[in-house]
């Protein structure tokens, strides 16, 4: 009796502690998992070590906290201008209430779906098809928005809503394409013409700039070739008074003086087509230096006259008397 007493207390005792280390539970990070009791919400465990009550809690369901990622498949949308196309969007989210998450909705993930492709339906049917191309931003803020406020009963918080791709008909993008060349060719064409007047208004410049110069250096040359002159004149006019200074210290009279008259207009009539006009000292100056030259014969380089060839005695013509042939 003893001995089965003893085995039944030992399997009761190995019972226990079956029960109790099948019913420890570790809660990852980032996970939390929902209890139930008797069928009825009862806690939520985070992270950690947790007993439940064998038979009559149970977990109904593991809920990760971590950010996700709802990446719906293409959804065909009309816009404003009836042009239809394809876009894809994705959504990113976490779980911020593990208690609304599996009580909010029967699959909340579906339902968030679903509410993707109508809120982008929605947003995109107000937009024509420039508009949908060109803001994406406001697509992606608008449905984050809409998004988020709605999926709020769910235990689901939307941090972000991104359009993936813009498909539009093959039709448009041909039409797209073209007149993305047009406008490169246009924009070609600018650049070509903004060139073209960019180096007529460098080469204007640089014209202006050579004009500027030149007349520049013209007028530098004048001013040099007039102070040279000036200069010229000055020196020879010092020259000349030097001149006169010299012939006054040396003490020269009046008939030097008068010589030097003279040399002076000998020199201006050496040259060709000539005019004088002479003063009337020149005159008196020319008159006396002839009778001075007259008088004492200095300076005379007139030729003498021939004398006459005196008579040969001896020739019978030169007689005095006629002669006979002279006659015949």
Sequence with gaps: MPDTTGIIIGIVIALVLILLFTNIRIVPQAHNYVIERLGKYKATWGAGLHIKIPFIDSVVRKVTLKEQLLDSPPQNVITKDNVTMKIDAVVYYYVQDAKLFCYGAVNPISAMENLTATTLRNIVGNLDLDETL??????????REVIDHETDPWGIKVTRVEIKNIIPPAEIRDAMERQMKAERDRRETLLQAEGHRQAAITRA??????????????????????????KS??????????????LKEAGVDAAVLELKKYEALVSLSNGTASKLIIPTDAVKAVTNNVVFSETTGLGDVTPSAPKAAEADPDDPCCDGKPSQKDFT
């Design 134 to 143: 060109t803001s994406r931003d406001v697509i992606n803020t608008q449905m």
């Design 205 to 230: 410049e640089g014209d202006k700039q050579a004009m500027i110069l030149a007349a520049e250096g013209e007028r530098d040359a004048r001013i040099a070739r007039a102070e040279g002159e000036a």
């Design 233 to 246: 004149i000055l020196l020879r006019k010092q020259a000349e008074a030097d001149g006169l200074r010299a």
